[in-house]
């Protein structure tokens, strides 16, 4: 028989070990006795690979924590000892780097955790549960393990080595008992070695290596208090231990109070503060790592500041991918600070501002006024604010934006525009000749000036202590939809004016006019017929000097009684259609135009039109200053909260006639 131990921590080469031990198996039966802490994952893997075409049986004598126990998962047949425990959770690594490389150390992470995934369900223990033990560090009492189907049976009760307490002491959930001092660490230097019939219940001296087989196996968290003593002395050893660990953890945090600001230095904090194996000289080389060139101490040596927009950037960025808000291209430290509350994002910035910690009860009104005056807060607040609502502007549905041209105005003063193909033609000079002079200021459209639009919101501070930007955030993107609601409503409410056809003209006449050779004849729905006729009227529009324009049909505009036609008519485009015993050709131009539908159009009428590239049609503007939908700010002394004031400066007009045509749609 061949007896492998696996009675240390799992590190490189001890795979090596086990597979030359392997070599000389034959035949033999294995077995593999475990009282480990776990380590390395890959080394782990590869013992199980090695071990599992030897059906070994596998004992716990011990501990078997985290990798360890995968391991053991490589037995045919494995049994714990009564007073053995087992503990399953994710792998883990410690890293430095930037965003990318931290998502490839997260897809390597969770592939590991598939290949844990593999030996654990042995269990018969389903994917999903299986991932939930992981994700709460199980630890589980022989009794616990046999129930749950990870081990076939229960032997005696074991006396075995208790490993050093820097072993357990990275974990979240250890018994604590696993986590005070001892003299012996090892077999060699006298730990017993397990015999194939061992005596139940040994009791060791004091101050020698534990002997947990009068524990209460079914509670793995506080009942390992035998082997050391007294009450009092096993209390006061679990005393020293974490009093050790608060100070190392103080010191810890003492290292990265200066850092703070720095994008994932807080990620970095949380492993190191984990891992307390890990040296307070490795964690300085790390924190270096990750300090820019260009960082610079603030006033009173209080923090690090690296690129000041680097991180509101990345906290507007965070802030708005919480709330669920489509972030095109997120700032690459987003990530990092994905995991702060809204309040953590606070105290960073009041820190940085160099203030003091964000408050507690009544102070936290001070600490918010704090945070809204002197601190990068407003700055976060404001570009998420903005995001969020140009964010909701470009998600509504806008069909105007394809048909209309789109301009930026100085002021809120009248804006004049002299039409396109309104200039005069160009007359032949002959050698020598003199240019004559022509003139277009007759032909100029109906000024139109922009005007305002707006509402006030308030973020309280209430909203700040209960973590509730999420759903203002929301409110402001939905302020940024109504922006564009609004700016629809005054382009189509234009083709509502005198009874359906569109506002008064430079020629004082409707927009669409028998005299304008804009306005078809009824038709009994829409066709390709009714839509021929429509395209020889724009074709026919000439320039007010009597110039052709020969205006290419681009957009077809209509209601949504009309919208199944229209789809028809462009998806049959180019092909011969059967209706009855008639057969007919749909124009393959039809096919060419862009399908417009718009609720705001009544179903008593279509509308073919050219591109405002060719011709004036509707113009849009905006107030050259907001560039869109903006947000002004205001801090309010007698509320606690801060009023924000969404505005949107807008305007649009016909400048001309000739470039849409109306078709009337009803009874002929």
């Not at 593999?32 to 690979?49: H, K, L, Q, T």
Request: net charge negative.
């Amino acid at each position: 028989m061949v007896i492998i131990y696996l009675y240390e921590q799992i590190e490189s080469g001890s795979a090596a070990n086990v597979i030359s031990k392997l070599r000389g198996a034959g035949d033999s039966d294995v077995s593999v006795r475990i009282n480990s802490p776990g380590g390395d994952v890959a080394e782990g893997i590869a013992i199980y690979n090695a071990l599992k075409p030897y059906a070994p049986t596998v004992y716990i004598d011990g501990v078997a924590a985290s990798v360890a126990s995968f391991v053991a998962m490589a037995g045919k047949r494995i049994v714990a000892a009564q007073n053995a425990l087992m503990m399953i959770h994710n792998p883990w690594a410690h890293a430095a780097g930037d965003s990318a490389q931290f998502r490839q150390l997260a897809d390597a992470l969770d592939k590991h955790r598939d290949a844990l995934l593999s030996g654990y369900s042995r269990s018969g223990i389903s994917r999903s549960a299986l991932i939930t033990l992981l994700d709460a560090e199980t630890w589980l009492s022989a009794e616990d393990a046999l129930s749950m189907g990870f081990v076939d049976e229960i032997a005696e009760p074991q006396r075995f080595a208790a490993h050093a307490p820097e072993y357990f002491s990275g974990y979240y959930n250890t018994p604590r008992e696993l986590l005070m001092p001892i003299k012996n660490t090892s077999r060699a230097s006298g730990a017993t070695t397990p015999s194939q019939n061992p005596a139940p219940n040994q009791s060791p001296a004091p101050n020698q290596n534990p002997d947990l087989s009068q524990a209460d196996p079914r509670n793995t968290l506080e009942a390992f208090r035998v082997g050391l003593g007294s009450e009092p002395v096993v209390q006061a050893a679990y005393d020293a231990v974490m009093q050790n660990l608060t100070e190392r953890n103080e010191q810890v945090q003492g290292l990265f109070a200066a850092f703070r600001d720095i994008p994932g230095i807080q990620a970095l904090e949380a492993r190191c503060l984990a891992d307390p194996r890990m040296s307070i000289d490795r964690i300085q080389a790390q924190i270096l790592a990750r300090v820019p060139n260009n960082a610079a101490p603030l006033s009173g040596g209080n923090s690090v500041r690296s690129d000041s927009s680097d991180f509101v950037r990345a906290a507007s960025d965070s802030l708005l991918i919480r709330a669920g808000i489509r972030v095109s291209n997120p700032h690459p430290g987003a990530r990092d600070v994905m995991g702060m509350g809204l309040k953590d994002i606070v105290r960073a910035c009041i820190s940085r501002g160099g203030g003091s910690r964000f408050g507690e009860g009544d102070s936290q009104q001070l600490s918010f006024r704090a945070a809204m005056s002197t601190s990068d807060f407003p700055s976060i607040l404001n570009g998420t604010l903005n995001k969020a609502l140009r964010g909701g502007y470009e998600v509504e549905p806008a069909t105007f934006a394809a048909w209309t041209r789109h301009v930026f105005v100085p002021d809120f003063k009248e804006q004049q525009r002299l039409l396109l193909g309104s200039a005069p033609g160009l007359l032949k000079v002959g050698e020598g000749g003199e240019y004559q002079n022509g003139s277009i200021d007759e032909d100029k459209a109906v000024p139109y000036k922009v005007e305002k639009f707006g509402r006030i919101i308030q973020l309280t501070w209430e909203a700040i202590i209960n973590d509730d930007l999420g759903a203002f955030l929301r409110i402001t993107q939905a302020m940024g939809q109504a922006a564009s609601r609004t700016e629809a409503d005054l382009v189509y409410k234009t083709f509502t004016e005198n009874s359906g056809f569109g506002p008064m003209m430079q020629d004082g006449k409707a927009l669409f006019h028998e005299d304008h050779k804009n306005l078809g004849a009824i038709q009994g729905g829409l066709t390709s017929e009714a839509l021929g006729a429509a395209r020889v009227l724009l074709r026919r529009q000439t320039t007010p000097g009597g110039g052709a324009l020969n205006l290419v049909p681009r957009f077809l505009l209509v209601a949504p009684e009309h919208e199944q036609d229209a789809e028809v008519l462009l998806a049959t485009a180019g092909r011969e259609v059967t209706s009855g015993t008639n057969n007919t050709m749909v124009p393959a131009w039809v096919g060419k135009l862009d399908l417009v539908v718009e609720a705001r159009l009544a179903g008593n009428a279509f509308y073919l039109a050219t591109s405002p590239e060719n011709v004036d049609t509707m113009e849009r503007a905006w107030l050259e200053i907001d560039n869109g939908p903006q947000i002004d700010e205001e801090d309010s002394f007698r509320f606690d909260s801060r009023s924000y004031k969404v505005r949107h400066v807008c305007g649009c007009r016909w400048l001309d006639w000739r470039g849409i045509v109306m078709v009337p749609v009803g009874p002929t």
